[in-house]
């Protein structure tokens, strides 16, 4: 199994076109992690990690690279991510909200999933509480995020991290 995957830091998916996309690919696993947001999972310790994100200010330039990484594997039909986010000063880490609506200015990653053969993307943010949001590519509104989308995150000395 193959997806390509875009993921930034409050980022549109027309920049998104405009910069090029990656390929990771999504390793098979043989047991599922635990959804706890504390990455410790043996299966997080032997995932190749994927690193390229870019951070954006409020004016939607890019100002920085940061050493943000994540890695992905699936089991049957589920897909599974863990992402740590580095951030030097984690006091400022901004995550009001844990409900789907009213957190924009929250730290979050922002993906953007296009399956192989497949036209059109899934847009998935989820802020540094876990919560979370979608829209297909083309919808009109946003859609209700998968009830089965479990999403955990946790702090780290360091920044952040979430696991889903």
Do not use: H
């Amino acid at each position: 199994m193959k997806l390509k995957w875009f993921i930034a830091a409050a980022m549109s998916a027309v920049t998104l076109w405009n910069i090029g996309a990656a390929e990771y690919p999504v390793y098979k696993i043989t047991r599922a992690p635990e959804i706890d947001g504390k990455l410790d999972d043996y299966v997080w310790k032997r995932l190749p990690e994927g690193r390229g994100f870019m951070r954006m200010d409020s004016a939607n330039s890019y100002v920085t690279e940061r050493p943000t990484r994540f890695q992905m594997g699936y089991k049957d039909d589920v897909l599974y991510l863990a992402i740590r986010c580095t951030e030097p000063n984690p006091k400022s880490i901004k995550a009001v909200e844990t409900y789907r609506d009213g957190w924009t200015f929250d730290d979050a990653i922002e993906m953007f999933f296009l399956p192989k053969d497949s036209s059109s993307y899934m847009q998935l943010l989820t802020n540094a509480n876990g919560a979370r949001w979608s829209k297909r590519q083309n919808a009109e509104r946003e859609t209700e995020p998968p009830t089965d989308w479990k999403v955990a995150s946790g702090r780290t000395p360091d920044g952040w991290i979430l696991e889903m």
